[in-house]
Structure formats: structure tokens, C-alpha cells
């Protein structure tokens, strides 16, 4: 007697629910299990720092802590593809995948509860690396340089450099020229010391520079400049040609085009914030789509290298999606049968499987940089060799 439409669908809402509690059980066990890892591996790089200059082991512990959500977008893919290989290969070495299959469950029935579930852990993904981990980080890295008694730019010997363009209207108007930010110290709460501000024409004469001790940020791109000191360089006859070799022989025309001015404050409208100072000494793979889209946005209007923000860009938004690619790689496991392997096995595969596309995905990152391959294509290429992979196992399991 074959069952009725009513009941096939009441049989099927049944096998789409067991499959994502088995799933998320299985998902959920191996992604606590790579978080802890990652998390003591964080705590022994911090060992050889705790004891110095009040950095205690309380920190460091909150400091491991804090960082644990940036980690959950990073293996959340692996976890997502070893633990549905766990729960494939229970349901074959227990024959419940034949029973299923039995009750007119298809290969594309199967693939589309893997779907449905994959989209769980895709915007759980994305919560995570968009939503949580932005502000998680850079609260970590404050809570270590603040027991440190370091700086954002403690590592670099001349302090922190960047780069806006000058234009007339402050953010707006016509382009007169460009500036460059030197930054001794930025300090975890933002404030700046120890600033020297670098403004060029379009021709790239100095016309001015502009030296503060320290400058606070006020909101809508305005800093606040103390205790300022301006020498201007506004002699006319400085930027005709040839008028260099004039003036040399003439002291009072020379300083004559020099004026300093000093004040206790100022503001400086820039595009240049503290968000972009804090990412632009960040590991591009450790920021939000967001905070690259700004960046590259800020490097090509100043026409800086964008490529490698291009491919960390992508890779941010294709990533997550490649959780779809690995749990239909895991599909197949479903129909290797105990004589196959043992769960043992086919859990060591998967984690092999995890670790090249993690290499292949590496890889392919620095090839499309060095070759200048589009970034879309660096970043979309180990996805789609991945899927090509899944559909040929796919189609051989059919076969066999």
C-alpha cells in the first residue's frame, strides 16, 4: 500500500527534525572541543607575557576569554563539516541512512535537509564574525595593552603612519593636496600623542606642518588638536620653478616664506578616524567585512594598494557560505557502510578534508596577491573546487 502525500510529509518533517538535532549535537560537541583548543594555545602564547609590568594571569585568562568569539567564525566551517562526517557515518554504521532511503528519502532530499540546517550555522557564522567578534577584539587588545602599559603603535619604531586627502570643504570640495598622519602613540582610549600632520599640494610641496602634542577625536571626523605648533610654508615664489635656486642665495626671501604659529587648540577636520587608525595596524583576516569595506574605500581615494583588503574582503563574505560546500562533502559518508571504515576513520578523513581546504584556502590568498588574480576569484576559487569535489563523490556513491 503506498503512503499518502499527508503521510510522507509528516515522515519527512520527522527526518529533517532528528537530522538537525543529531547535527547540531554533533557540530555543538566539536566546536567546544576546537574552542578549548584554540583557547589553551592562546593561554601558553600569553605565559611568557604574565608577571611583566602588571600583566597577571587574571588578565591574560580575560584576555583568552574575550578572544574565544573570533575563533567561533574561524572553525565554525570545520566543526560544521566534521560533526555532520560523525553523524553520516552513525547513521551508516547503524543502517539508519538505508531505513531512510527505504521510506523514498532521495540523495536531493538528503541534500536539502543538510541546506536547511547549513543555514543555521551560516548566520550564526556571520553573527558572529560581524556582529560580535568587531567589538570583542579590540576590547581584548585594550585590556592587554592597558596591564602592559603599551600602545596600538608601541611596535613601530617611527610610530604610525597614514594618509587622507586635503580638500576645501573639510570632507568635501575640491582636492588640494594630501596629508600625512605621523602618530608616536595612540593610546587604548583613543586619544593621540606625540602628532605630526604632514601636508603636501597636489604637486606634492610641503605646504605645511603641523606638530600637537596630543589630539582627542569629538566625533563627525573632528580631532581636537593641544598645545599646536604650525610652520606654514606659503611663499609664492617657493613653487615656481626654478625658484629654489634663487632663494638660496637670498636669507631674508627664504624665511620670509616661513611662518609658525602656535596655539593651545585647534580642530582638524580629516577623513582619517579612530576606527581607521585601529584597523589600519590590524590583521586584515581579524576584521569585519564592514571595517574592510571602509578601509579599502579610504586606501583607493588615496590611492594605496587595495588588493590584499580586496581578498580579506571576500574571503570574509565566501567563507561562511563554504559551511554549504563542506556538509554537502559529508553527505557521501552517509553511504560507506561499516566495511568501509570504522566512524573512526571517516572522522580522521573529514578532519583531513578540514585542514586542506584551510591550506587550499590560505594558499590561494597569497597566489591571487602575487598574481593579481581578481579578488572575487582568489577568494570564491577553493569553494568551488570544494563543490566540484562533493558533487563527483556525490554522483559516485549514485553510481556504486
Excluded: C
Excluded at 341 to 355: A, D, E, H, T, W
Amino acid at each position: 500500500m503506498q503512503a499518502r502525500p499527508q503521510d510522507q510529509s509528516i515522515v519527512m518533517k520527522i527526518l529533517q527534525r532528528y537530522f538537525a538535532v543529531s547535527i547540531a549535537q554533533a557540530v555543538a560537541f566539536v566546536l567546544v572541543a576546537f574552542l578549548a583548543l584554540l583557547a589553551f594555545m592562546d593561554l601558553t602564547g600569553e605565559l611568557a607575557s604574565v608577571g611583566k609590568n602588571g600583566y597577571g594571569i587574571e588578565r591574560a585568562f580575560l584576555y583568552v576569554l574575550i578572544l574565544i568569539p573570533g575563533h567561533v567564525y574561524e572553525v565554525m566551517p570545520i566543526a560544521s563539516l566534521i560533526g555532520t562526517i560523525y553523524t553520516m557515518a552513525q547513521f551508516a554504521s547503524t543502517s539508519e541512512f538505508t531505513i531512510m532511503r527505504a521510506s523514498s528519502m532521495s540523495t536531493s532530499m538528503a541534500a536539502w535537509f543538510l541546506f536547511r540546517i547549513g543555514v543555521v550555522f551560516v548566520v550564526i557564522t556571520f553573527i558572529f564574525g560581524e556582529l560580535i567578534t568587531p567589538h570583542t577584539t579590540p576590547m581584548a587588545e585594550k585590556i592587554k595593552l592597558t596591564a602592559r602599559g603599551t600602545t596600538v603603535s608601541s611596535e613601530f619604531r617611527s610610530g604610525l603612519w597614514t594618509k587622507d586627502i586635503v580638500k576645501s570643504g573639510g570632507l568635501t570640495g575640491t582636492v588640494m593636496g594630501a596629508r600625512f598622519f605621523n602618530v608616536r602613540d595612540v593610546r587604548p582610549d583613543g586619544q593621540l600623542v606625540d602628532l605630526k600632520l604632514y601636508e603636501f599640494d597636489t604637486s606634492y610641496r610641503l605646504r605645511s606642518l603641523i606638530l600637537a602634542a596630543r589630539a582627542t577625536y569629538q566625533g563627525q571626523n573632528t580631532w581636537r588638536l593641544e598645545d599646536v605648533t604650525e610652520t606654514r610654508f606659503s611663499n609664492a615664489a617657493l613653487l615656481r620653478p626654478g625658484a629654489q635656486a634663487n632663494l638660496a642665495n637670498n636669507f631674508e626671501q627664504e624665511t620670509s616664506a616661513i611662518s609658525t604659529q602656535k596655539v593651545a587648540s585647534r580642530d582638524l577636520v580629516s577623513e582619517i578616524t579612530p576606527k581607521i587608525l585601529s584597523v589600519s595596524s590590524s590583521d586584515p583576516d581579524r576584521m569585519s567585512a564592514s571595517e574592510l569595506a571602509v578601509y579599502t574605500r579610504h586606501l583607493a581615494e588615496n590611492k594605496q594598494e587595495t588588493e590584499r583588503f580586496k581578498i580579506a574582503f571576500w574571503k570574509k563574505l565566501i567563507d561562511p557560505l563554504a559551511i554549504f560546500v563542506l556538509m554537502a562533502l559529508a553527505l557521501p559518508f552517509a553511504y560507506l557502510h561499516t566495511r568501509s571504515g570504522g566512524i573512526s576513520l571517516k572522522i580522521f578523513i573529514g578532519i583531513m578534508i578540514g585542514v586542506s581546504f584551510i591550506l587550499i584556502n590560505t594558499l590561494f590568498s597569497h597566489l591571487g596577491l602575487l598574481s593579481t588574480w581578481p579578488a572575487f576569484l582568489t577568494a570564491i576559487a577553493p569553494s568551488a573546487l570544494f563543490l566540484l569535489l562533493a558533487l563527483g563523490a556525490l554522483w559516485w556513491v549514485e553510481r556504486h
